[in-house]
């Protein structure tokens, strides 16, 4: 309902910057629950003037946890990492953390709660997969109304995936034999989804009493293997770099290694095992026969990669935003 309050946690990141301004949007007051609120200035203007609040929670402090949830009526909990270090683990955060939250939520008598997992959450899998799907079952637990959306690789300016891959294709042409990675054949299927559409999927959540208790996939217009994405990172980044075959049998030790390596340093690791993992899955919308759509929350003209991903990926070509594309051989 208009003008109700939202406590988004986990505000400030990607996924969560967009849904600040799609829960504005829609009339929502909202309260950014962050650890740092002095660096979320961007956010304040997401809104009209008093319409978005910043606040200092920790989610491994419940009363913290407690204070942010003062007077809310609805909860979204978007805290989540790609790769597991030190505090920052998938247990603590996709587990602990969205427990801790729900608890809250259910002492405070909140009911609509929308869990944001991934596709793919399963018990079993990667360590990455499965806590998220043992975050969604904390948080049901806790609060059996809460929505849970489970998106695919959600792309859009601040990614992770095409902006990585840009990086890493520009990389790769700027060393001797440099290459990019084609794991496991590069057969793995997936249904990328805008950021923007899976905040306003967010924000139908919230305001949809039939969500509740409800399991969506969410997933773009399109469907792609991994080879052909990253055939058109290369197309769109002017960089004839050519792939490098790793079976999954030697990718997922060269991961091990590289999340051992780039563990000591503040850096985040290109690979990691428990991604490789993850690419020998399909992550693609009916994995779950039960669960809805993003068409189902109202969702209905979804952006493509082609729409979208050319406004940010020419920032990786060698000459810049108007050089002239290139086919890869």
């Known amino acids: 309902m208009s003008g109700d309050l939202v406590v988004v946690f986990g505000g400030s990141g990607f996924i969560g910057k967009q849904t600040v301004r799609a829960l504005a949007k829609h009339g929502y007051r909202v309260r950014v629950a962050m650890r740092r609120p002095h660096l979320g200035h961007e956010l304040r203007v997401m809104g009209d003037v008093g319409q978005i609040q910043l606040v200092q929670a920790n989610v491994r402090f419940p009363e913290s946890i407690d204070a942010a949830l003062d007077g809310a009526d609805a909860v979204v909990n978007l805290v989540a990492v790609l790769h597991s270090s030190g505090k920052q683990s998938f247990d603590a955060l996709h587990v602990d953390a969205a427990r801790a939250i729900a608890e809250g939520a259910a002492k405070r008598g909140i009911k609509r709660f929308v869990q944001v997992s991934a596709l793919g959450a399963a018990p079993k899998g990667s360590k990455y997969a499965s806590s998220k799907y043992a975050g969604e079952r904390a948080v049901l637990e806790a609060v059996p109304t809460a929505t849970i959306l489970r998106p695919s690789i959600v792309f859009g300016p601040e990614d992770n995936f095409f902006n990585r ?8 042409s700027a060393v001797p034999l440099g290459a990019l990675p084609l794991i496991g054949g590069g057969n793995t299927k997936f249904q990328p989804v805008f950021v923007g559409d899976v905040a306003e999927a967010i924000a139908l959540a919230i ?8 399991v969506y996939e969410l997933g773009g217009p399109n469907i792609y293997t991994f080879k052909q994405l990253l055939d058109y990172i290369r197309t769109e980044t002017n960089r004839d770099v050519p792939y490098l075959p790793l079976p999954f049998f030697i990718a997922h030790p060269a991961g091990l290694v590289a999340s051992g390596v780039f563990g000591l340093t503040p850096f985040a690791p290109p690979l990691t095992g428990d991604q490789v993992i993850m690419l020998k899955r399909d992550n693609v919308v009916g994995a779950d026969s039960s669960a809805l759509t993003i068409q189902d929350l109202g969702v209905t003209e979804l952006e493509s990669v082609e729409a979208i991903v050319p406004t940010y990926l020419w920032r990786f070509r060698p000459y810049g935003q108007f050089q002239t594309k290139q086919n890869p051989a």
């Open 165 to 172: 891959f840009g990086a890493m294709a520009k990389f790769a």
């Open 207 to 214: 305001s949809n009493p039939a969500a509740q208790g409800r």
